[in-house]
């Protein structure tokens, strides 16, 4: 599987940005899909995680309520909707696929493939 990101630019704060996620191969559909991030000097963290399905989602506490998660199976792609922006929400996101398809994986172990990421910049 390879996985493309793309829609990461710069935005003012408390503005928008969708980012995608396009996945090659058929088994898309079975895998959980998550986004993570990285800024400057930190580790990689999860931002938020959909299932196969898109029956379950999580979100971690810095974006809840202004993110969310999604996916569309019959195009390969998942999606992060960003809004409200901050500053602090500044890094480089990855999204990354874990062929165990089950429940929500939450560790970046637990995720098999990646994409090469896209920046996200957020200017006060």
């Known amino acids: 599987v390879q996985l493309q990101a793309s829609g990461g630019g710069l935005v003012q704060a408390g503005g928008s940005l969708r980012l995608s996620c396009a996945a090659s191969g058929r088994t898309f559909s079975s895998y959980a899909m998550g986004w993570f991030r990285q800024a400057p000097g930190k580790e990689r963290e999860l931002v938020a995680a959909?299932?196969?399905?898109?029956?379950?989602?999580y979100y971690a506490d810095f974006v809840e309520g202004r993110f969310t998660i999604s996916r569309d199976n019959a195009k390969n792609t998942v999606y992060l909707q960003m809004n409200s922006l901050k500053p602090e929400d500044t890094a480089v996101y990855y999204c990354?696929?874990?062929?165990?398809?089950?429940?929500?994986?939450?560790?970046?172990?637990?995720?098999?493939?990646w994409g090469q990421g896209t920046l996200v910049t957020v200017s006060s």
């Open positions: 959909i299932s196969w399905n898109s029956g379950s989602t």
């Open positions: 990354a696929a874990d062929s165990y398809g089950v429940g929500i994986p939450y560790t970046v172990n637990e995720y098999d493939y």
